[in-house]
């Protein structure tokens, strides 16, 4: 690869990048939740950054060429009423009120009424059922007309070792799998155990992301692939409920640790909700930018980043309603945007670059979902897809990393990046957080696209990893998905200035060779990208 081909760019302007996510996240665009009255507006500003920057519009195909946007179908629920929960224990009458106690999502199963009445309740450990494991949660137990009570995360998140890769998450800790499991097994309902550790955020985030409106694909039998109820419920009322069974939570969750666990009724409980919803489908949007390339424009490199974000919820503290979002994920939106200006301003590559801001990544990484499901462009020649979530505004680090550890030479072509800037590589410092299939690059993952996460390291040129962890725990406990996720004049964006410098490097690396990231021997989705290799002969 000749030396121009990594030609430093244009300069990349940080005041720019400051403005677009104090523009993005402000209260005008009321926390940017799909399908809102802000969408419109989102999408014509990322639109009119694009336009500017010099892409072409790379959306649906209309009668004229392409429109700015794909159509993103959708369906979407909404509770018009706080539920009622109310939990009998050993003849107590316990009123478990919504945000408090617990979290419950909005039916998806598209019955606007639900009335839960009087159901059993099982506690089913993990609720993995993993043949290729030899690990199954349920033993055979009916759950058609119970609630089960299932742990998040794997089931040796927390002896470290076992059969699920040790503290590192696999897809079957993620709270998604266990929703899917259950819909599988005919339970009629499905409630998550919150304990911090495990979940990797505190409850204010579940509170948040479950109280408002919930969106989904839009599915045939909505029934399979959940259940009527789902939800999550806070640590305190559930060791409680386990003590008026007269069981041991935290035996018992030491039991669900291993293979032999057998799922325990807990006796003398019963749980009842009853629930309004308002269900209708709706038209969300991604927002498409093109540079076409100028020897093989059909090969293309996608860079993502979410423009979604929670919306208007419920009030904090201080009665803040406006989840604004800036760090998740104005912040990666504003690093699409000043890569498409530096591309903009570039000598064309040889290869396509498309700049694709998703919608309703929160609401189940649908927007990226429904793209890799129906691509606008073959995803066999599709090179790469590189995501940007939720960006350093910390100032400059040492090293960069990836959310969750890909096995992919694209993350050997970013380590070679990353040195040629004198950084190093860290590996994802929180793997038992499951990131990897927590942003939009799994969409594309799951269907063999090589494709990651990336962004800066823990470690902080001010403060080393210390400081820089420090940061992003804080960042956790008291920001993420909560309305102070507000832009701050103060942040120091010559990190993020830094993470662009990496990406267009990545990217463009990329775009004017002939190379194909590949996944190594063993990664869980070569096998999906294998049968596509005849396309990128």
Do not use: C
Not at 156 to 175: I, L, N, Q, S
Not at 191 to 202: C, M, Q, W
Not at 338 to 356: I, Q, S, W
């Amino acid at each position: 690869m000749s030396g121009s081909a990594l030609a430093a760019p244009a300069t990349i302007d940080p005041a720019l990048m400051s403005r677009d996510i104090k523009v993005l996240s402000s209260d005008a665009f009321e926390g940017r939740g799909p399908n809102t009255r802000a969408e419109p507006k989102t999408l014509a500003y990322i639109e009119a950054q694009f336009k500017a920057a010099g892409l072409q519009p790379g959306g649906d195909k209309t009668g004229a060429g392409r429109a700015w946007t794909q159509n993103v179908p959708l369906a979407e629920f909404q509770n018009t009423r706080d539920p009622v929960t109310t939990v009998r224990a050993r003849g107590q009458t316990l009123t478990f009120k919504q945000g408090e106690e617990v979290a419950l999502r909005a039916a998806q199963t598209g019955q606007t009424h639900l009335a839960i009445k009087d159901a059993p309740v099982v506690f089913i450990g993990y609720g993995v059922k993993a043949p290729e494991r030899r690990w199954d949660d349920f033993k055979g137990v009916d759950l058609h007309g119970k609630i089960a009570l299932v742990l998040v995360n794997d089931p040796d998140f927390e002896t470290g070792v076992g059969d699920f890769g040790g503290k590192a998450m696999t897809y079957y800790g993620r709270w998604t799998y266990k929703y899917e499991e259950a819909a599988r097994q005919g339970a009629l309902g499905m409630i998550v155990i919150h304990e911090r550790a495990p979940a990797a955020y505190g409850w204010n985030t579940v509170k948040n992301s479950n109280t408002n409106a919930i969106f989904d694909i839009i599915r045939k039998n909505p029934s399979k692939a959940h259940s009527p109820l789902e939800g999550w419920i806070q640590r305190d009322p559930t060791v409680a409920l386990f003590k008026s069974a007269g069981l041991d939570f935290e035996a018992l969750k030491k039991e669900a640790q291993t293979r032999d666990f057998k799922p325990v009724t807990l006796k003398g409980v019963t749980w009842s909700t009853d629930m309004a919803v308002k269900a209708e489908h709706v038209v969300s949007h991604n927002v498409v930018g093109v540079l076409p390339g100028k020897a093989r424009p059909n090969e293309r490199i996608i860079y993502t980043a979410h423009w979604d974000h929670l919306g208007v919820g419920l009030p904090d503290a201080k009665g803040d309603r406006i989840y604004n979002g800036a760090v998740d994920n104005a912040s990666g939106v504003a690093e699409l945007i000043e890569l498409a200006r530096l591309y903009g301003k570039a000598p064309r590559p040889d290869r396509t670059v498309m700049f694709m801001s998703v919608t309703a990544e929160e609401k189940g990484l649908l927007g990226s979902e429904y793209y890799a499901a129906n691509p606008l462009y073959p995803l066999a020649t599709t090179v790469a897809d590189i995501n940007m979530d939720s960006m350093n505004v910390n100032g400059r680090t040492r090293d960069v990393s990836s959310s969750g550890n890909a096995p992919l030479t694209l993350q050997d072509d970013l380590v070679a990046v990353a040195k040629g800037h004198g950084m190093s590589f860290s590996p994802d410092p929180n793997p038992e957080a499951g990131s990897f299939y927590r942003s939009d690059h799994f969409s594309f993952a799951k269907r063999g696209v090589p494709a990651m996460s990336i962004g800066a390291g823990p470690d902080l040129e001010k403060g080393g990893v210390a400081a820089g962890r420090a940061a992003s725990e804080e960042y956790v406990k008291t920001k993420y998905h909560q309305p102070a996720d507000e832009w701050d004049p103060n942040w120091d964006l010559s990190g993020m200035v830094q993470e662009t410098q990496v990406l267009y490097d990545l990217g463009r690396r990329l775009a004017t060779s002939r190379e194909w990231p590949q996944w190594k021997p063993g990664a869980e989705f070569k096998a999906a990208r294998d049968k596509t290799a005849a396309a990128r002969k």
